[in-house]
């Protein structure tokens, strides 16, 4: 990896919420992204980078980004212990993850299982008016991450071990119990196996692999 254009960042701000997911906040720095993009990011130094989606708005004057700490994990347990104006390296944004300027005026699904929701975040804060419906995978209701920041109508938790979602069940669930309408731009993100299922779901109801942008996190 090239750690010639990583920059410093520090951290203005830690917002906890759950046990092992919580939102950095960083200077922006004049970065510039576009809404679904990710950056890399790990400890000052160190080689291990790894790829995390924008959460903030492109407008916003900080940059954020949602983790979840992985049991397992390496860079996520370390971003996990870094407190209030500790350094990070952050390398520019990337990816193809975004939604065409063509395609803002059309009817959008975001489908995404747990921190998977973070450039949705991004494109909802981004592009206010998007017509838009958020369905968020997640195991319990307290993973809803931030969602009262959502219109209620627009956001549907699927949430599959307690009964407090608004959909009882998972992603995949909700599809095969609802139709969803022609001509509707599908974005997935998340990790692989909700993203195959639903595609093929997806193709069953007759939207095509065109209308299908996907982001695979692991
Ligand atoms: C384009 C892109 C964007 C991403 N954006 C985000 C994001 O916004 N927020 C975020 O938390 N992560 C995101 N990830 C995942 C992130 O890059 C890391 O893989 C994750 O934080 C684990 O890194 P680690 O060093 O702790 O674990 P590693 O030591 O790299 O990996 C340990 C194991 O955990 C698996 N794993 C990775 N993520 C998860 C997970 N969420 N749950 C369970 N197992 C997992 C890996 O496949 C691997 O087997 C993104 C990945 C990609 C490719």
Known sequence: MNLRDHKIYRIQEIRELTESAFILRFDRHGLNFMAGQHILIG???????????????????FLEILVKEVETGMVSKQLKKLKVGDPVQVESAVGFFRINKEDIDKKLLFIASGTGIAPFHS????????NHTLLHGIRYSHEAYESESYEDFRYISCVSKDQKGVFKGRVTDYLKQNRIEENTLVYLCGNSDMILECKDLLEEQGISNESIYTEVYF
């Open 43 to 61: 400890l000052e130094g160190s080689s291990e980078l790894r790829e995390y989606s924008v959460y903030s708005g492109e407008k916003d004057d």
């Open 123 to 130: 494109f909802i804060k981004s592009y206010p008016g998007i």
